[in-house]
């Protein structure tokens, strides 16, 4: 479902890399989106999409190669991330008072879906602070950016723009590359048929530099397939509690969480949404905790 790649740690630390200013060049922006953006929209609208929607999206400024979110995808590194600091005393008392603000959604989806509501807040704690923070990059043009990769040029380009030490082995980048690169163009669809049936703005929708959206940082696929309508407004909406909560709980319960469940089974389950053993075993114990 989720990315190996959806931590919160790794999205603050690029996000103040953009808010302190790290801007690439203008004409590197220009140059690579007129050779990116040219050869996906015929992709999308040969694969069904309005044609006017998407030229006058990729028209758009704001629209562009993102360089930034992307180098950081690559540079991602699960085994080096600190998880220990969503356990400690200040993190548990805040979702203490999360599971007090929201009992009535939570406990309304534990008993519809047999879902524990100490580890639906445990994911959004881990995910996003419980809101807190939710990623800055456009997930637009992180899904695009990425797509493009499966040509040499564009790949070429992002690989330029990392320093040095951060940089993976050149072959090691190029297999990553190509193996990503399909995936991204299966989420770009996803997330502009998703944008579309819920009439949300595209370019307005920011969240991880990997491309993961809203409080419970579902990627577009999973929107499609486990995202509920918690408040029911008639719109899915992740940036709203009540659509996230019952979204962990649909996506929970779709790979077999029950009341009860032992750990191991547990373990399994959420392992699904995040492809970590360290993120697994940080979630049970702050389930532990809550409890």
Known sequence: MFLTNRDSLLIMFFSVSLILGFIF?????????????????????????DAR???RLYDEPEVYFDVKSISGYFQHNEAKLNYDQFHRPKNIEKAKRYL???????ERVEKEYRVDKEIIVAIMLVETRLGG?????????????????????????????????????????????????D?????????????????????????????????????????LSFAKDGNKNGQI?????????????????????????????????????????YYVNELLTISDLLK
Not at 147 to 158: G, H, I, Q, V, W
């Open 25 to 49: 060049p203008c004409f590197l922006v220009a140059e690579s989106q007129d050779f990116l953006f040219s050869n996906l929209k015929q992709r999308l609208i040969k694969d069904g999409f």
């Open 53 to 55: 929607m998407i030229n």
């Open 100 to 106: 007090i603000t929201h009992v009535t959604s939570l």
């Open 133 to 181: 923070f939710t990623g800055v990059s456009r997930v637009l043009n992180v899904f695009s950016t990425m797509a493009a990769l499966k040509t040499e040029a564009p790949r070429e380009n992002l690989w330029e723009q990392i320093p040095p030490e951060k940089r993976m082995k050149k072959s090691a980048f190029k297999n990553k590359a190509h193996q990503k690169a």
């Open 183 to 223: 995936w991204a163009y299966k989420e770009l669809k996803a997330f502009l048929t998703y944008t579309t049936s819920q009439k949300l703005l595209p370019l307005e929708i920011r969240g991880s530099y990997a491309g993961a959206i809203g409080l419970a940082q579902f990627i577009p696929s999973s929107i």
């Open 237 to 277: 909406n992740l940036f709203e509690h009540e659509d996230a909560i019952e979204s962990i709980a649909n996506y929970l319960k779709s790979f077999g969480w029950k009341t009860g469940i032992n750990r191991k089974d547990a373990s399994k389950v959420l392992y699904h949404y995040n492809h970590s053993n």
